[in-house]
C-alpha cells in the first residue's frame, strides 16, 4: 500500500509530533491521537474543523523559576497562555509564542528549547453555536526577564505570577502539573536563567 504524503504544514507538524518522547501513559495516548489527527484531518490546523484542531500554549518562566498564568473568562481557571493558530501558521512553537505575547504583552519571550515542552488534548465545552471540541495542545516552555512588563489582556481577568510552591492551590489538572515539572527542569539546565535566579527581584503582579 503506497502511503501518500502529507502537505507541507500537516507533514511539519506530524514529524514533531512523532519526535516527541512521552514522559507518560496518558501523554502517550494524546501523542498516538494527534497523530491519527492529522493523518484524518486536513483542517487539523486552524480552527475550522468542529471536531477539534492543534493549538500551541506557553508555560512562561522568569528567571527566578515563577510561571505566569491568568484567569481565563470563559473557562473560569487558571491557565496558561495559548490558543490557535493562525492559518500560515504550521509551527506550534510560532503560535505558543503570538498567543504568550498577545495575551501577556510580553514582547523578551525566548524558548527554552524549539522542541515541544509537552503534549495534551483536552476538552473544551460547547458555547453558544460552538460545539464541544477537543484541544489538541503543543506546550513549551518560554523564558521572560521582564517579568515586571506583563498586562492583562481581554481574554482573561487577572494575570498573575506563582512561585511553584503557591501552585498546589490553583486546581491544575495532571497533564499541566506535568508540565510545570517538565519546564522547570528545562529551565533549571539553562545556565544564564538559572545564575540569574538568585538576584531576580522583580515584585509580583
Given at each position: 500500500?503506497?502511503?501518500?504524503?502529507?502537505p507541507d504544514?500537516r507533514?511539519?507538524l506530524r514529524?514533531?509530533?512523532a519526535?516527541h518522547v512521552?514522559a507518560?501513559?496518558?501523554?502517550?495516548?494524546?501523542q498516538?491521537?494527534m497523530l491519527?489527527?492529522i493523518?484524518?484531518h486536513?483542517d487539523?490546523l486552524?480552527?475550522?474543523?468542529?471536531?477539534?484542531?492543534?493549538?500551541g500554549s506557553?508555560?512562561v518562566?522568569?528567571?527566578a523559576g515563577?510561571?505566569l498564568?491568568?484567569?481565563?473568562?470563559?473557562l473560569?481557571r487558571?491557565?496558561q497562555p495559548g490558543?490557535?493558530s493562525?492559518p500560515?501558521?504550521?509551527d506550534?512553537?510560532?503560535t505558543?509564542r503570538?498567543?504568550?505575547?498577545?495575551?501577556t504583552g510580553l514582547?523578551?519571550?525566548?524558548?527554552?528549547?524549539a522542541?515541544p515542552?509537552?503534549?495534551?488534548i483536552?476538552r473544551?465545552p460547547?458555547?453558544?453555536d460552538?460545539?464541544?471540541?477537543?484541544?489538541?495542545?503543543?506546550r513549551?516552555?518560554l523564558l521572560t526577564r521582564?517579568?515586571?512588563?506583563?498586562t492583562v489582556?481581554v481574554?482573561?481577568r487577572?494575570?498573575?505570577?506563582?512561585?511553584v510552591?503557591?501552585?498546589?492551590?490553583?486546581?491544575l489538572d495532571a497533564?499541566?502539573?506535568?508540565a510545570v515539572?517538565?519546564?522547570?527542569?528545562?529551565?533549571?539546565?539553562?545556565?544564564?536563567?538559572?545564575?540569574s535566579?538568585s538576584?531576580?527581584s522583580?515584585p509580583r503582579?
Open positions: 500500500m503506497t502511503t501518500l504524503p502529507l504544514g507533514a511539519t514529524s514533531l509530533i519526535a512521552p507518560d501513559a496518558a501523554e502517550a495516548r494524546d498516538a491521537a491519527a489527527f493523518d484524518a486536513a487539523c486552524g480552527r475550522t474543523n468542529p471536531l477539534g484542531h492543534f493549538t506557553a508555560l518562566f522568569d528567571p515563577r510561571l498564568l491568568l484567569w481565563h473568562r470563559k473560569e487558571w491557565l490558543g490557535h493562525e500560515e501558521e504550521h506550534p512553537l510560532e505558543a503570538r498567543e504568550a505575547h498577545e495575551e514582547t523578551d519571550l525566548t524558548p527554552l528549547s522542541l515542552l509537552d503534549l495534551d483536552h473544551i460547547g458555547r453558544g460552538e460545539p464541544a471540541h477537543d484541544h489538541l495542545d503543543v513549551y516552555a521582564q517579568p515586571e512588563a506583563a489582556s481574554e482573561s487577572a494575570l498573575q505570577w506563582f512561585a510552591e503557591e501552585l498546589g492551590g490553583l486546581g497533564a499541566l502539573w506535568r515539572e517538565k519546564g522547570r527542569r528545562c529551565l533549571a539546565a539553562q545556565p544564564t536563567a538559572s545564575s535566579s538576584s531576580s522583580s503582579m
